[in-house]
């Protein structure tokens, strides 16, 4: 049988990644033999994240366009080009069956080198605002996977797909794991563990919340793992030295996090939303208000819509966290109905129909894509 080869591109922040990592995953345990390759941003968190899950990776000198006039801004063109030709070494000594793009500026040089070479191509858009790279992509490549309807407004109609956003197994697990996951962050088993996760590069806003709410939080007899951002590690790691708290920069082993948290403070970036929804715990979502359409928040209320978890929004948390946080932690009926309602709105099958959209392509012959 040939063996099948795959390269993956996307990336910036985890909510590229680990689409693409998810979606690796599952090719991986159907074609146990095809290899992979990804595709990312020399700079990026890729560049350690990728290989840790068990990938090579190659980086590209991209990154994306700030809106102000940078130094970083004027070596675009040049970044561009480099990144361009770069991509078309790599689809020609590699020979890929299909590449996938799960968004990021990475994925925009690859994927175009790669429609070029008419390699089969699939993009993966994990948010109801599509970003700029598939935007563009989405003309070239032959199927667009998505999460959310109404995107037509976005991409060619009659290529897109609703699957769901790709999401790594380990994490459906958090039963099984639940006693690993304590062992793991080291927690007391008779207290509630309130897990405060501000996406993969962590959040501000967030932090400062919890840096000044720290004590009212602990005085609800709860246990605290903040995973805080590298970015912020230094400024929040003091609180380490508090009894019943962890500062994390990054965790490593979502599926552990999650497995032993009671209660979840989050950002609402797609992939976490999507993640939550299978972990099935109550949730408090705090939007960042600083992305694309504020796409943060409207993920959160078509949670909230269904009664599955609490929104509050960045400009109302001086005023209302104290009561909503307590509400919720008095009222163990209204935490499990949330747990309840948000896992009803899971999507496990995400990534097993992802993987049935790239074999269609697999079977494209060259003249398809001429
Ligand atoms: C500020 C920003 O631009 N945010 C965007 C970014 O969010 P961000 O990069 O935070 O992405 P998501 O919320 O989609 O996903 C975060 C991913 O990182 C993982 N994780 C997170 C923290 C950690 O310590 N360890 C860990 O492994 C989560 O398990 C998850 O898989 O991409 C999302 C998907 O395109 C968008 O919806 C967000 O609006």
Redesign the pocket.
Known sequence: MKTHKFILSGG????????AIAIADALKAKYPQAEFLFVGSQDRMEMQ?VPQAGYKIKGLWIAGIQRKLTWSNLMFPFKLISSLFKSARIIKKFKPDVVIGT?GFASGPLLEMATRYHVPALIQE??SFA?ITNKLLSKKVQKICVAYDGMQQFFPEEKIVKTG?P??LD?LKTEENREAGLAKFNLDPNKKTLLI?????G?RAINRLIDRELQFILDQDLQVIW?C?QLYYEEYKVHNAKEHVQV?????T?NL?YAAADVII??????????LALVGKPVIFIP?P???ED??TK?AEAIVAKNAAVLLREGELETHFEPEFKKLIDDQNRQNELGANIKKLALPLATQRIVREVESLLKLSKQDLE
């Open positions: 910036g922040t985890g909510g590229h990644i680990y689409p994240k968004g994990q948010n970003g956003n999401v790594r994490l996760l501000g996406g993969s590069l959040a995973q951002g994390l920069a990054f965790i490593d979502m996090a989050s950002r609402a970036g797609a992939g976490s939303v999507s993640e960042s600083n992305v694309a796409h943060q993920n």
